[in-house]
């Protein structure tokens, strides 16, 4: 792969405010994509070969035409040699003594991926130890996305409201409110909410970006 220095989005200088819109930050993603793709190097008819999809459907993504799951954002960034917290989007930098410490609601970093009913929000102030936390919004009749996750590490978590089904292993699994799981092993596993309200879920990997 190609080694092209990078510069990740989280260090840049742009800030935007903690208040844009979620639609502001799907638009982000799209043009992140690209730009990744391009300092690696790659056209988008190889990044299509890679990840299994055509040239269009990398276009649209590109362009904010189309929406993308959470198993094709990893696919993507497995192909382009990052974890898939690279896509998280966030406001300003913390205040320098709350810096590695805390995390503001407000100022989260936020993977939107509402074309397809998901939202991410990392609560790590930083990935740089073993521990990734996120919770994730799922709207009724979304998912992570046919093929689901791809875990390379261990992974808990605790539905905090709504109702989801955990798919592992050829067993589905009907999780509500206040329930919990844990994964031990690597393999693949799917969330997906066929229930009529929004499902949050609080997550934690290791390590960070296991997925």
């Known amino acids: 792969m190609d080694s092209k220095p990078l510069t990740s989005r989280h260090s840049s200088n742009r800030k935007p405010a903690a208040s844009a819109s979620a639609s502001a930050s799907a638009s982000a993603l799209g043009s992140t994509i690209r730009d990744l793709r391009l300092a690696r190097g790659k056209t988008i008819a190889e990044l299509a070969t890679a990840i299994g999809r055509?040239?269009?459907?990398?276009?649209?993504?590109?362009?904010?035409?189309?929406?993308?799951?959470?198993?094709?954002?990893?696919?993507?960034?497995?192909?382009?040699?990052?974890?898939?917290?690279?896509?998280?989007?966030?406001?300003?930098a913390a205040?320098?003594?709350?810096?590695?410490?805390?995390?503001?609601?407000?100022?989260?970093?936020?993977?939107?991926?509402?074309?397809k009913g998901v939202i991410e929000e990392?609560?790590?102030?930083?990935?740089?130890?073993?521990?990734?936390?996120?919770i994730t919004t799922f709207q009724p009749g979304s998912s992570t996305g046919r093929g689901g996750r791809l875990r390379k590490g261990e992974e808990a978590g605790l539905i905090m409201s709504g109702e989801l089904d955990l798919c592992v292993?050829?067993?589905?699994?009907?999780?509500?409110?206040?329930?919990?799981?844990?994964?031990?092993?690597?393999?693949?596993?799917?969330?997906?909410?066929r229930g009529s309200a929004p499902a949050v879920l609080m997550c934690v990997l290791t390590p960070p970006s296991s997925y």
Do not use: C, M
């Open 122 to 134: 990392l609560l790590s102030p930083t990935l740089t130890g073993q521990l990734e936390l996120i």
């Open 54 to 92: 055509s040239i269009g459907y990398v276009s649209q993504i590109e362009r904010d035409q189309s929406g993308i799951s959470i198993g094709t954002l990893q696919k993507i960034s497995d192909a382009l040699g990052v974890g898939i917290n690279w896509f998280f989007q966030g406001p300003a």
């Open 95 to 115: 205040p320098p003594g709350e810096r590695d410490v805390v995390v503001r609601k407000g100022n989260r970093r936020i993977l939107d991926l509402s074309a």
């Open 169 to 193: 292993d050829g067993k589905r699994f009907k999780l509500t409110s206040g329930d919990s799981y844990s994964l031990r092993h690597k393999g693949r596993h799917r969330f997906e909410n």
